[in-house]
C-alpha cells in the first residue's frame, strides 16, 4: 500500500506493476474520496480498485496531546467514511511506534 521507504512511492511504471500483478485493489493516493473506483488507464479504466488512504499519523502535529489528537481525528475520518458509506483507510507509519526498530531495519528500494 504505501512503499519504497525512505524513497518515493511511485514510479512511472507503478500503475502497470499494480495491474499486471492482479491485486484487487491499490491505496496510492492520499484523498477524501471513500468509495472506491477505477481510475482510468488510458482510454480505458483499470481493472484494479484505487482506494485513497484517508488520513496519515503524519498529519498530527507531534506534541503531549499526539495521542489524543490522532485518536481523535481517527475517529472524525471514520465517521466521514460511515456517512458517505465507504471505507476508511488509516496510515500508520511504524516510525511512531518504534523509531529504534524501524531505523535498525529499514529496507532501501533497489537502486537507491
Known amino acids: 500500500m504505501h512503499g519504497g521507504e525512505p524513497g518515493g512511492n511511485l514510479s512511472p511504471n507503478t ?12 491505496t496510492m493516493y492520499h484523498n477524501s ?6 481510475l482510468p488507464a488510458g482510454m480505458k479504466p483499470m ?3 484505487s ?6 499519523d503524519l498529519d ?10 490522532l485518536e481523535r481525528l481517527l475517529v472524525d475520518r471514520f465517521e ?5 458509506g465507504g471505507v476508511f483507510v488509516p496510515v500508520l507509519h511504524p516510525l511512531y511506534f518504534d523509531l529504534v526498530h ?6 532501501w528500494p533497489r537502486g537507491a
Open 60 to 69: 498530527v502535529k507531534p506534541g503531549p496531546d499526539f495521542q489524543r489528537e
Open 15 to 26: 500503475r502497470a506493476a499494480i495491474e499486471a500483478a492482479r491485486f484487487a485493489y491499490e
Open 80 to 84: 466521514q467514511a460511515a456517512a458517505a
Open 51 to 56: 482506494i485513497g488512504q484517508h488520513f496519515a
Open 102 to 107: 524501524y531505523l535498525s531495519n529499514m529496507k
Open 33 to 38: 474520496y471513500f468509495h472506491p473506483l477505477h
Open 47 to 49: 481493472r484494479t480498485l
